[in-house]
């Protein structure tokens, strides 16, 4: 019978870079979001989080009947956000925005953010 150490790690090498490579590209997923319907939304930001993997924006925004909706908005990664003239000081509390991209499939108010304008009229891309 053979002994399977002989070969050193390399036989289970490729084995490891399966098992690395799915999760790096599943959280990529947009799945839950309509991409075949743009949405946008404007209020005013209550939470920024500069996080991996994706970075986080609430707003509270006015609903066409009138009520408040709290929309959890997607951005892309602090790094790759950072490459697209971002920084954790872009978005404070209290900063009125438009967020463009795709809603949830739900009708939830989530959204995968493609751009956000600033009440300057600045615009930053997301993905």
């Not at 209550?46 to 909706?69: K, Q, V, Y």
């Amino acid at each position: 019978m053979p002994r399977l150490d002989r070969y050193g790690p390399f036989p289970v090498f490729p084995v490891f870079l399966v098992f690395l490579i799915f999760p790096l590209s599943a959280h990529h997923s947009t799945a839950d979001y309509d991409l075949t319907r743009p949405a946008s939304a404007t209020g005013v930001v209550t939470r920024f989080e500069w996080a991996n993997p994706h970075s986080h924006i609430d707003l509270d925004a006015t609903a066409a009947d009138g009520s408040m909706e709290h929309w959890v908005i997607e951005i892309d990664s602090p790094h790759a956000l950072e490459r697209l003239g971002w920084s954790k000081d872009s978005l404070k509390p209290g900063d009125r925005i438009t967020c463009s991209g795709a809603r949830a499939k739900d009708g939830s108010p989530r959204m995968r953010c493609t751009q956000v304008v600033l009440a300057d009229g600045k615009a930053l891309q997301s993905f």
